[in-house]
C-alpha cells in the first residue's frame, strides 16, 4: 500500500456487538497476499465496512504528521481500499520525520460496544522490496471522558493486542497487501481506539 518511506494503516472497521464490556479472550489473525489481489480477498480477514462505528468517527494523528501528499486521516475509515500501491492519492501516509512512528486516535463520540477491529495496508516498491508493507502496532482502548493519548500505559488505557505481521526479520519479500482482524469473544465497550504503529526496521 505504502510507497513513502512510513508505516500506516490504510484502513480500520469496527464491528458492534450487543453484548455488554466484558473481558474475553482476544484473538488476532493475520493473512499475506503475494501476489497481491486487486479484489483484496482474505481467507479469513473480512473486509472494510462502509457502515460501520468507524465512519462516523473523528481521527487524529499523535506524536506525527501526515504526508501532504497523502490522503487525510480520514481516509483510515471510510471503508474503501485502494487500487494502485503508487497512488499516494489513496493512502495514508506518516510523516518520516519521526522514527518512532506515530498514534492514531479514532473517537467514536461515545462509548461503544465494539467486537472487532480490522486493518489493511499495501505496499509494492522494487526498490524496498516493500518493507513498509507490514503492520506494526498496539492496539489501546479507553471508556475516560477526556484520556491523555500520549500516556498509554496510564490507567485510562487499556492495551487490546499487539500486532506484528512482518513474515521476516530480513526485510525481504515483504511486499504484498496484508489483512489483520482483532477479535474478541465478546466485546469491548469503550470510546476511543488509539493504535501506536511503530517503525519498522529490518
Known amino acids: 500500500m505504502i510507497k513513502f518511506h512510513t508505516a500506516c494503516l490504510l484502513a480500520l472497521a469496527t464491528l458492534l456487538c450487543s453484548a455488554g464490556f466484558a473481558t474475553a479472550e482476544v484473538t488476532v489473525k493475520t493473512e499475506h497476499l503475494r501476489p ?3 479484489a483484496w480477498k482474505f481467507q479469513n480477514i473480512p473486509g472494510p465496512s462502509k457502515s460501520d462505528l ?7 494523528v499523535i506524536g506525527n ?8 486521516a480520514e481516509h483510515l475509515v471510510d471503508g474503501r481500499l485502494p487500487n494502485d500501491s503508487l497512488d499516494l492519492s489513496e493512502l495514508v501516509l506518516l510523516s518520516n520525520q519521526n522514527a518512532r512512528g506515530g498514534s492514531f486516535l479514532i473517537d467514536l463520540g461515545k462509548v461503544q460496544p465494539i467486537a472487532a477491529v480490522n486493518s489493511y495496508s499495501w505496499h509494492e516498491w522494487t526498490v ?6 507490514p503492520q506494526v502496532y498496539t492496539l489501546y482502548a479507553s ?5 491523555d493519548p500520549t500516556k498509554l500505559d496510564g490507567p485510562a488505557w487499556k492495551k487490546i493486542a499487539a500486532v506484528d505481521t512482518r513474515p521476516n526479520r530480513t526485510g525481504q519479500a515483504w511486499n504484498g497487501q496484508y489483512g489483520v482482524s ?21
Not at 65 to 72: D, T
Open 143 to 147: 471508556a475516560a471522558a477526556d484520556p
Open 65 to 72: 504528521e501526515l504526508e501532504p501528499v497523502g490522503a487525510s
Open 182 to 202: 482483532i477479535t474478541d469473544t465478546c466485546c469491548w465497550r469503550f470510546k476511543p481506539l488509539a493504535r501506536r504503529d511503530n517503525r519498522m526496521r529490518r
Open 128 to 133: 524496498d522490496d516493500g518493507s513498509r508493507g
Open 36 to 38: 497481491v489481489d486487486p
Open 54 to 60: 468507524a465512519t462516523a468517527a473523528q481521527v487524529r
